[in-house]
């Protein structure tokens, strides 16, 4: 999607029709930004609170609170993986 747009906006200027998106960025809209040591906090600390609620014998509850710390250490590798994969500068 970035490319298209990368190449729409050099169509353009090549065209010289769009003056206003020469000065506009070609950057992505949003940026996201991940703390992954936080993330992984998180889930460590929601791993000991479903330890503690199986212990209690609520393991519904537990089984919820694993789910939740799934979760996390899921979006925490999928932060990881997406600056791995970052593409460099063109």
């Given at each position: ?14 065209a010289?029709?769009?003056a ?71």
């Amino acid at each position: 999607m970035r490319r298209r747009i990368s190449a729409l906006v050099l169509t353009a200027v090549m065209a010289g029709t769009g003056a206003a998106l020469v000065t506009a960025p070609t950057a992505q809209a949003a940026s996201i930004t991940c703390d992954t040591a936080k993330l992984r906090h998180d889930a460590d600390v929601l791993y000991q609170q479903a330890a503690r609620q199986k212990r209690a014998g609520q393991r519904e509850a537990a089984r919820r609170t694993i789910a939740q710390a799934d979760a996390l250490k899921h979006r925490a590798a999928q932060c990881d993986a997406s600056e791995r994969n970052q593409p460099g500068h063109f």
